[in-house]
């Protein structure tokens, strides 16, 4: 089963950029597609993007439509999220996770997640 670590969180101020990496370990990368959510404490997993297994389909929620991109690199077995125009609402732990089924959006739905990464967006 695949192992998935997230990292480039940190704090940015309104309107700068982030890429958020997901890099896989164990498991076939390509079996999987993934899925990127946030989380604010004391509110529910929400969903943001998706890239299925060949990287030819996305899709993203409408909160980050135009502003976040998600992609991935098989050779390296990594998947990004690049985050645009970023605001404080957007400030959230960002989580990567897995799954062999497209088209999925809801959390329970992933079985294989990473441990998260801090996103902190100042006003």
């Known amino acids: 089963q695949v192992q998935l670590v997230e990292s480039g969180g940190g704090l940015v101020q309104t309107g700068d950029s982030l890429r958020l990496s997901c890099t896989a370990s164990r498991g076939i990368f390509g079996d999987y597609a993934i899925g990127w959510f946030r989380q604010v404490r004391g509110k529910e997993r929400e969903f943001v993007a998706a890239i299925k297994w060949s990287g030819d389909s996305t899709f993203y929620a409408d909160a980050v439509k135009g502003r976040f991109t998600i992609s991935r690199d098989s050779a390296k077995k990594t998947a990004y999220l690049q985050m645009n125009s970023l605001r404080p609402d957007d400030t959230a732990v960002y989580y990567c996770?897995?799954?062999?089924?497209?088209?999925?959006?809801?959390?329970?739905?992933?079985?294989?997640w990473g441990q998260g990464t801090q996103v902190t967006v100042s006003s």
């Open positions: 996770a897995a799954a062999r089924v497209w088209l999925l959006k809801k959390d329970s739905e992933y079985p294989y």
